[in-house]
């Protein structure tokens, strides 16, 4: 931040976005209340409530991948081969979701607001999906191509997109899920969600059994 104005603003924003239910609740007043400064200075520092809540964003979504890949490379560092298993890798990939979204005070609700607020926004300083970049992402897939050589890098990448289907279903959706799997556990319960999802992603690595192609049997047709 240039000023300790807008570190103050700034500050009061992300705890709005943490506490509040819904995007209504956080306003240039609200903000600027909180603060004790006028709704002029937000606009001075940031352009835009908007594009206050993307910097927010910006700064969450960092320290959410920046524990992604600490945990990537602890699991690094305990494999005796430097080539941690699918499930370690999993695991250090879906922790932080699982774990942010079960505790509010993490500012897990932040990226649904953000959601909104991006797809709302005519401002493409808001708007712009560059900020979900995927830099991370591929470090993963990377490191999951080497524990499981058999797929190449885009059969992996697709992989990897379909736990984060299963990822954002399970945390977003958990009263369908919930109907679907029954007694199995219980998907508000972290522990239990992490283990089954890392449990789902690693099946999807498994090494595919050869089984000889099925060729189709083509007759000519008969002459008429």
């Known amino acids: 931040m240039k000023t300790l104005a807008a570190k103050a603003i700034f ?11 819904t995007l209504d609740e956080v306003t240039v007043r609200k903000i600027a209340l909180r603060v004790g400064t006028s709704h002029t200075a937000i606009n001075y520092h940031f352009g835009s409530r908007d594009r206050l809540i993307r910097r927010v964003m910006e700064k969450t979504y960092l320290k959410f991948n920046a524990e992604r890949l600490t945990r990537l490379q602890s699991a690094c560092f305990r494999a005796k081969s430097g080539n941690p298993s699918v499930a370690d890798i999993l695991d250090a990939f879906l922790e932080p ?33 560059n900020l979900f970049e995927v830099n991370v992402h591929r470090q993963f897939i990377d490191a999951l191509c080497k524990a499981a050589p058999w797929f190449s890098k885009e059969e992996t990448g697709w992989r990897l997109f379909s736990i984060l289907g299963m990822r954002h279903l399970a945390i977003h959706d958990p009263d369908r899920g919930q109907m679907l799997v029954g007694d199995l556990f219980d998907l508000r319960e972290p522990d239990a969600l992490l283990a089954h999802l890392v449990q789902s992603g690693e099946a999807l690595f498994a090494q595919p059994r050869t089984v000889p192609v099925r060729k189709l049997s083509v007759k000519a047709p008969r002459a008429v």
């Not at 500050?11 to 239910?21: F, G, P, T, W, Y």
């Open 11 to 21: 500050d009061a924003a992300r705890e709005l976005l943490i506490e509040a239910k």
């Open 97 to 129: 979701s699982v774990r942010w979204a079960s505790d509010p005070s993490t500012g897990f609700g932040i990226f649904r607001h953000f959601d909104l607020v991006s797809k709302l926004s005519s401002d493409k300083e808001v708007s712009d999906p």
